[in-house]
């Protein structure tokens, strides 16, 4: 089956084809970096990563580009708030951003580029705004003109008089019309600034996406992501902008996540609801919290809550404890190479199963019912007495393709513990008595290799670490 994903823009599943066969080019938008990141920002984090991760497992070449917005408004206010400069704050922010994102298991993006970083390719791409005429100057500042593009409101499904009610009239004599959008903001006494064609100011916001993703990932890109609060108006102004310019399309495919909530109810400032990442992972697992994550599709609304938290820690504990089972009978498991060939189709069968529900719009739940699958043949196997390496393996090694993409296992170290060192020793004690020379040599052998060493005493076998 090829993947198929829902295009935000068509409002229907299309077949992904890529721009350049084997490549897909890929953008985010990132965070105003002027606060630590909340459990809602995780779900475009964690999601868009394993989209991602997923396109790489079918071998796609992906560049995956997400922004940091370290100059807007809240910035602004922000810095002034804490007496530090706009930079200071952002340097802050962007380090604990990271910080979070890691711990959470998100792969590094190819690139973070920052809108301070891009402000001439800002003002060029206002310049051409201007100079086709969709683009006028009013007093220090520069807006949209939204009535010359036709296309406008068409990823949001609205048209320019429907969306005329949805907008608060602001009393702004320089717009010429209140949909009109801003691209450049002249600055206020006291304000970071650039030097621009129109004086002093500092880039609104949309504009810095279509910036970005011409420069460094091309005029259209195959996947354009965020959260579903993004369509409007944010997605739709990057649209107005970059095709005014470019006359082609932005993006193939437009992805949006729906909502996290809590305790169904929406997460927002004045319900004080908000729970920072960094303040979660003290108390829960962080692959616990990517496991909720997945446990929903993600354009559905998917609500946070102790218990939906406490049955995601649940359910991955099976997968965990499958996986560490597995990886511990691997330890002392006979070295045979043949593995049943009904148990090899099985596992075969699973993983297209996985594949299909991925292809399927990145239908993860549906996914995660299919390692639970493998799951039920694994702790099926390990029930057996005898167990071979292959098959372990074999379990293990499918168990991992599936975790590239999903991130949820927490890997052990390869030490052994040392009640599994002592169950070993005793095992070797039992086929020395017996005679069984050759699996008491092989224990010795494993327990060497993991740095123990066994000495004979009176009082019995003493072992040590290395
Ligand atoms: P913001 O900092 O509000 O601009 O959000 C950064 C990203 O997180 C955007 O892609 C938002 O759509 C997304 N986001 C914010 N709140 C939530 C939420 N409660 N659930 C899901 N995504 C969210
Ligand atoms: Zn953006």
Redesign the pocket.
Known sequence: MTLRVYNTLTRKKEEFVPIEPGKVKMY?????VYNY?????G???IFFDVVRRYLESQKYEVTYITNFTDVDDKMIRKAEELAVTVPELAETFIQAFLDDVKTLGVHDATLNPRVTENIQEIIDFIAALVEKDFAYEARGDVYYRTSKFAEYGKLSNQNLEELQYGIRIEVDDRKESPQDFVLWKAAKPGEIFWDSPWGQGRPGWHIECSAMVRKYLGETIDIHG?????TFPHHECEIAQTEAVTGHPMANYWMH?????IDNE??SKSLGNGILIRDLVKQIKPQVFRFFMLSAHYRNPLNFSDESLKQASNALERIQNAYDNLKHRLTTASATSEIESALTDRLAAIASQFDDKMNDDFNTPDAITAVFDLVAEANLYLQQERVNAAALQLFLDQLQAFDQTLGILSQQTDELLDEEIEQLIIERTESRKSKNWARADEIRDLLTEKGIFLEDTPQGIRWRRK
């Open positions: 985010v938008c990132g965070p105003t990141i909340h459990i809602g920002n779900r475009p984090v965020g959260g579903q609060d993004l996540n729906a909502f996290l909530n929406k997460m």
